[in-house]
């Protein structure tokens, strides 16, 4: 009894850990609608992300950074259609819920073919919404959960990481910013731009919190083995790459 309840708290809060560092964007170009949608994300823990038009969505989701995609139909510069249909051209397969105003048959089995995983007709209750975020969300495969870079293995998931098998006792700021580097896939990724992905906020880059925050996370990563991951750009920000 007591072992069954200590196992549905860890999970709740495995579960919890995970939201934390689940990334959603909201293409929307209703500005009401779309402030009204990161509020409700960000109060269930969520990290929400918004795209004004479909041109600027297609152009973040990309980036393969997000978890899940809230996407409206009628949009400015490109409909959620096409969004959705270039991102699955590109290989993105991030789940997305459309949001739309049109009830028909046609519309869903249009948005079903293009690789959309759910719908949810406008108006809606926020709480609708939500619940299917959370539904899709578990039932996403973990397929994309684990980045490899060398002996460095980032389970995104569940929220570890190991190098060498060595689990690396990572706190919640460091474990982001090492998954943020690794998805840059080697390439450059700027102090500012570690700075709001991190932090989720817009910085004065001459803070030194984003180095005192790879320092720390390079202290766990990199200092006890030989092979060095973290590299520093000197003025322009870190890669994490095998060489
Ligand atoms: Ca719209």
Redesign the pocket.
């Known amino acids: 009894m007591v072992a069954a309840q200590n196992k549905s708290v860890a999970a709740k809060s495995t579960w919890l850990e995970y939201i934390a560092t689940v990334r959603i964007l909201v293409v929307?170009?209703?500005k009401k609608?779309a402030a009204f949608l990161a509020k409700g994300l960000r109060e269930a823990r969520f990290r929400a992300h918004s795209a004004g038009d479909g041109v600027a969505g297609l152009t973040a989701a990309r980036t393969g950074e997000f978890d899940l995609l809230i996407v409206?139909?009628?949009?400015?510069k490109m409909d959620?259609w096409t969004l959705v249909r270039e991102l699955r051209d590109a290989g993105v397969n991030t789940p997305v819920i459309f949001?739309t105003?049109r009830d028909s048959v046609r519309d869903r089995v249009k948005g079903l073919e293009l690789g959309a995983d759910d719908y949810v007709v406008k108006p809606f209750a926020f709480s609708e919404l939500l619940a299917r975020v959370r539904s899709l969300l578990r039932r996403t495969p973990a397929k994309s959960d684990e980045i490899r870079i060398q002996d460095l293995e980032i389970d995104t998931r569940h929220h570890r990481a190991t190098r060498h098998g060595v689990p690396l006792n990572l706190t919640p700021k460091e474990f982001l910013l090492l998954t943020h580097l690794a998805r840059a896939g080697g390439e450059v990724v700027s102090r500012k731009e570690i700075a709001e992905h991190v932090w989720d906020i817009n910085f004065n880059t001459d803070t030194n919190v984003v180095d005192v925050v790879v320092r720390r996370l390079r202290a766990k990563v990199d200092d006890p083995f030989k092979k060095k991951l973290v590299h520093t750009i000197r003025g322009v920000g870190y890669a994490l790459k095998a060489h």
């Open positions: 929307e170009d209703e609608t409206d139909i009628m949009l400015p959620g949001l105003a």
